[in-house]
């Protein structure tokens, strides 16, 4: 079971919904009601689901959501374009952080957690600085107790993603 949590309308959301039913992934989207996926992305998923074999349920239960969970993805919570609203964003998916507490709530000690990157997780880059300063969090999306867990596969995830990429430039490019 695979577990989104966090802006159930952003891409890589939509991405692990359409595609995770065809390869027979159970996914489930936790977000609150309001970040709900448009209709016609669940509608595609759930097609796929039936012919394929995976699974998917949308839920603003956070208890619900996570519970048995393999995997644990989120992102960042504001995406590009959005940037105006960080500070409603940021009331909207607090209680959504991918932190240690949620991870309990799992019931699992091998879940894995991944983000495609880059992370709010610390005060170490500008950004992350940035965001302290005007809305005064140290942490985000994820904590950087969970960030740099063992649970944590965000940079095999980053290179295995590299490959994939060159692989289909080769194939794509002769």
Known sequence: QLTY?????NNV???????GP????????CTPKSLFPAQDYI?????????????????DNIDEGVKGADVIYTD????MGE???????????????????????????????LHCLPAF?????VYGQKIKEEHGLTEME?????????HSKVFDQAENRMHTIKAVMAATLG
Do not use: C
């Not at 595609?44 to 839920?59: L, N, P």
């Open 121 to 125: 997780h610390d005060t170490e880059t």
């Open 43 to 59: 509608d595609i998923a759930e097609r796929r689901a039936k012919q394929d074999g995976g699974s998917i349920k949308i839920t």
């Open 83 to 113: 940037e105006s609203e960080f500070e409603s964003r940021i009331q909207l998916l607090k209680d959504y952080q991918v932190n240690r507490a949620l991870f309990d709530k799992t019931g699992k000690d091998d879940t894995i957690f």
């Open 13 to 19: 959301a939509n991405s692990l919904l359409v595609a």
């Open 5 to 9: 949590i966090g802006d159930g309308r």
């Open 142 to 150: 994820v904590t950087d107790e969970i960030f740099r867990s063992p």
């Open 22 to 29: 065809m390869l027979g992934v159970d996914v489930t989207i």
């Open 76 to 79: 960042v919570w504001v995406s």
